[in-house]
């Protein structure tokens, strides 16, 4: 299983990779939107997981969802949004523009881990 | 003030998450409420609001309280915390607790990216404290402090 980390803030993609690398995650991890974009197109297998925050320079979150979206190759790519967003408003923009579930923050591993359990992304017999 | 202005009950709850999520996931670290201190040395962080609601967010702390967070909020040693953590981490809890204010506020009131200064950064001019959530954690000087805009306050969305 692999996931990558999108959010321009170093401390919540050092919280998200542990989180995830326990899991047992492989874990990449990029600053923004494009970045990720970026770094996706060069991988040569897509990641079962995205987490991504919504307010970032460059292409923000929302943008990323929609444009992984729109791309085939990331299609099977589930998208968790992970944001302070927490206004009905931007759930629904963000779920309609294609993200598969919505984590506001602050959360605890427990939330974070509860909700990837329901997308069928905790392996069996993970540290949780 | 306006009624949608969010109360010191609201940063209240605000921290207990925060604390909950990153802070003091063990609960046996609480922010304690207490009277507003001036740290010998501080760190503060603050997002600005704009939009249709005018102000700060300000987490302001000792650099000793700072370097504890950053080491909770990294899993990591005090002794292994470095400058850019302390910016890091400082500047994550001031996205998440204006974020989380945001919400509170009218409609199209946006959240600037963090700012994180050497020194308790409480001189926003042309701004008045609204409400402020002092207090000590691991018995250093803590606070949560928002600002008003003296003029724009809440303006039509």
């Known amino acids: 299983?692999?996931?990558?980390?999108?959010?321009?803030?170093?401390?919540?993609?050092?919280?998200?990779?542990?989180?995830?690398?326990?899991?047992?995650?492989?874990?990449?991890?990029?600053?923004?939107?494009?970045?990720?974009?970026?770094?996706?197109?060069?991988?040569?297998?897509?990641?079962?997981?995205?987490?991504?925050?919504?307010?970032?320079?460059?292409?923000?979150?929302?943008?990323?969802?929609?444009?992984?979206?729109?791309?085939e190759r990331l299609r099977d790519m589930t998208l968790v949004m992970v944001t302070t967003e927490s206004e009905q408003s931007h759930i629904v923009r963000a779920l309609a523009a294609g993200a598969h579930e919505y984590v506001i923050k602050p959360f605890t591993s427990e939330a974070m881990i509860e909700k990837l359990a329901l997308l069928g992304l905790v392996p069996t017999g993970a540290n949780s | 003030m306006s009624e949608n202005t969010p109360t010191i009950d609201d940063l209240r709850e605000i921290a207990d998450q925060v604390w909950s999520a990153y802070l003091d996931p063990e609960g046996v670290r609480p922010f304690e409420l207490g009277e507003p201190k001036q740290p010998a040395t501080a760190v503060s962080a603050s997002v600005s609001l704009t939009g249709a609601w005018h102000g700060h967010v300000?987490?302001?702390?000792?650099?000793?309280?700072?370097?504890?967070?950053?080491?909770?909020?990294?899993?990591?040693?005090?002794?292994?915390?470095?400058?850019?953590?302390?910016?890091?981490?400082?500047?994550?809890?001031?996205?998440?607790?204006?974020?989380?204010?945001?919400?509170?506020?009218?409609?199209?009131?946006?959240?600037?990216?963090?700012?994180?200064?050497?020194?308790?950064?409480?001189?926003?001019?042309?701004?008045?404290?609204?409400?402020?959530?002092?207090?000590?954690?691991?018995?250093?000087?803590?606070?949560?402090?928002?600002?008003?805009?003296?003029?724009?306050?809440?303006v039509a969305a």
């Open chain 1, 1 to 71: 299983m692999h996931a990558i980390v999108i959010d321009d803030s170093r401390a919540m993609r050092l919280i998200l990779r542990r989180i995830v690398g326990q899991l047992g995650f492989e874990v990449s991890d990029a600053e923004d939107g494009r970045a990720a974009l970026d770094l996706l197109a060069g991988m040569e297998t897509v990641p079962n997981l995205a987490l991504v925050d919504w307010n970032m320079p460059n292409m923000n979150g929302l943008e990323f969802v929609t444009a992984a979206r729109e791309d």
């Open chain 2, 58 to 154: 300000v987490v302001t702390c000792s650099s000793e309280a700072a370097r504890h967070a950053a080491a909770a909020f990294l899993a990591m040693g005090t002794e292994e915390v470095g400058d850019e953590d302390i910016t890091d981490v400082m500047g994550e809890l001031a996205n998440i607790v204006g974020g989380n204010v945001k919400s509170m506020l009218p409609p199209a009131t946006l959240v600037s990216l963090p700012h994180v200064v050497n020194g308790a950064s409480n001189r926003f001019p042309t701004t008045r404290q609204i409400c402020e959530l002092a207090g000590t954690w691991l018995d250093e000087p803590f606070s949560i402090s928002m600002w008003q805009g003296r003029d724009a306050g809440v």
